[in-house]
């Protein structure tokens, strides 16, 4: 026989591996008919049936019977054609060897019921179908974002995660002892984006961001990883048309890479058109009002009231035009609607409701001086932010979205924690 090449269950099973291959990877499931042994290999690509057979290669059978589900194995053999396989094509073993054997696997099918056991256990759990095609999709998300902010010019740049002003408000602000200073978790880079406009012009950023968010929902974590662009001589609808192009293109890739792992989750994934449509913020409140979800005008919407709007809706939409109550004080507002911000909310479908903040900053220094202290904000906090408006800072406007709410909605989960390999939320700091 020739030489055994070493090949990925993808390759093989696409036909693209010779016919004597190597394959290491980990036993996911095993069963034992008469002389025959059936494992399933699974390498990181994808799964590969194993076949051994007592009176073919006796040590292969041994060593395959005996093997423990997740033991990581090396398996050599001939890939052979066989309908009855998953996939078509199966690897009849000439030798098999355990190179880490694994003790009995604590996810039994009754366990794997409770989801708390399986995020207590999420070290073990993350090698399961679903959360494997999950990262796998979160991976094309974000690998989509490189790409289009690429081809339409927005440079990437880093911020730091140590900080001392808040963007998004005090209340959700982690505190960490900085030296005996005060300092906190970023919960945006969007000040340091705006300060990198005038060297770089259009930008953005890839990092996590931190929430003190004491909200126990199917869409709140702690930590989590945000891209956010913001372009300078732009305006909010400028804004938007980025978002739209964005996740765009983030469904366009995952329609035309992961059909397997959609298949996985069950996901039925449509492109949307763009433009997506477009509510305003009060269009959005008789909306929820209609349907039992009424809110004071100048509220945020609340996570029920914004879940009603969003399953009114076939695809991904903007709600605009939010009052400044309920925005950030560096939002810029109409001049006849000095009440009304220049701002979006991307929303999802679904029911699974925000997907992204985005809006016109204010760029004058006079009218963000007045914000300031009309908020009573600490102006100390604010002042390299505000120095930017004595040199040159132009209209400009940018948007945040979330990686594990985007991924959530396109794989289609029910929870934000699946979306994250390791899920910091509320109740949950390990593994
Ligand atoms: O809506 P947010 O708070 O907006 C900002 O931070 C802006 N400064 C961004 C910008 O304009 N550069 O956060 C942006 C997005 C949200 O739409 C949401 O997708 C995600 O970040 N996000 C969270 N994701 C998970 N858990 C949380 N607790 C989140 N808070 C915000
Ligand atoms: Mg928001």
């Not at 340091?192 to 931190?210: M, R, S």
């Not at 003190?212 to 300078?232: C, G, P, R």
């Amino acid at each position: 026989m020739d030489a055994f090449a070493r090949s990925s269950a993808s390759e093989i099973l696409a036909g693209r591996s010779p016919r004597a291959v190597e394959i290491r990877g980990w036993v996911a499931r095993k069963h034992v008919i008469g002389g025959l042994a059936f494992v399933q290999v699974r390498d990181g690509t994808g799964y590969v049936q194993v076949s051994a057979r007592k009176g073919s290669s006796d040590a292969a059978y041994d060593a395959a019977k005996r093997a423990t589900k997740e033991s990581a194995v090396v398996v050599r053999g001939e890939v052979r054609d066989d309908r009855r396989a998953p996939g078509g094509k199966e690897v009849s073993a000439a030798e098999f060897a355990v190179l880490a054997t694994a003790d009995s696997w604590p996810i039994t099918r009754t366990a794997a019921k409770s989801a708390s056991f399986l995020f207590d256990k999420r070290h073990l759990s993350i090698r399961g179908p679903k959360a494997i095609a999950t990262m796998r999709i979160r991976a094309e998300v974000i690998g989509a974002a490189f790409d289009y902010f690429r081809e339409n010019g927005f440079q990437l740049i880093s911020a730091p995660s140590f900080v001392q002003a808040a963007v998004e408000g005090g209340a959700t602000l982690f505190s960490v002892d900085y030296f005996g200073k005060k300092a906190s978790l970023s919960q945006s880079a969007q000040f340091y984006e705006e300060a990198a406009l005038p060297a770089l012009q259009k930008v953005w950023i890839f990092q996590p961001a931190f929430r003190a968010e004491k909200s126990k929902t199917a869409k709140h974590l702690t930590e989590f990883w945000m891209i956010e662009a913001e372009q300078a001589f732009a305006e909010q609808s400028d804004n938007m048309k980025v978002q739209e192009g964005l996740l765009s293109k983030m469904v366009e890739r995952v329609l035309a890479n992961r059909q397997t792992d959609l298949k996985t989750l069950g996901r039925v994934l449509r492109q949307p058109e763009v433009p997506f449509p477009r509510l305003s913020y009060d269009e959005a409140r008789s909306i929820a009002e209609s349907k039992g979800f009424g809110f004071e005008w100048g509220d945020d919407l609340p996570t029920e009231a914004e879940k009603a709007v969003s399953l009114t809706q076939e695809s991904p939409f903007f709600i605009t035009d939010y009052p400044l109550s309920a925005r950030s004080f560096y939002h810029m507002t109409y001049p006849d609607r000095p009440k009304v911000t220049k701002s979006a909310d991307l929303i999802a479908p679904e029911g699974v409701g925000e997907l992204a903040t985005g809006g016109q900053r204010i760029h004058d220094y006079h009218e963000l001086m007045e914000r300031i202290s009309s908020q009573d904000l600490p102006t100390e906090s604010f002042s390299w932010y505000l120095e930017l408006r004595k040199f040159g800072m132009p209209p400009h406007s940018g948007f945040g979205i979330g990686v594990e709410r985007t991924t959530r909605w396109i794989a289609g989960l029910k929870h934000i924690r699946s979306a994250s390999l390791f899920p910091r939320t509320l109740t949950r700091i390990s593994p």
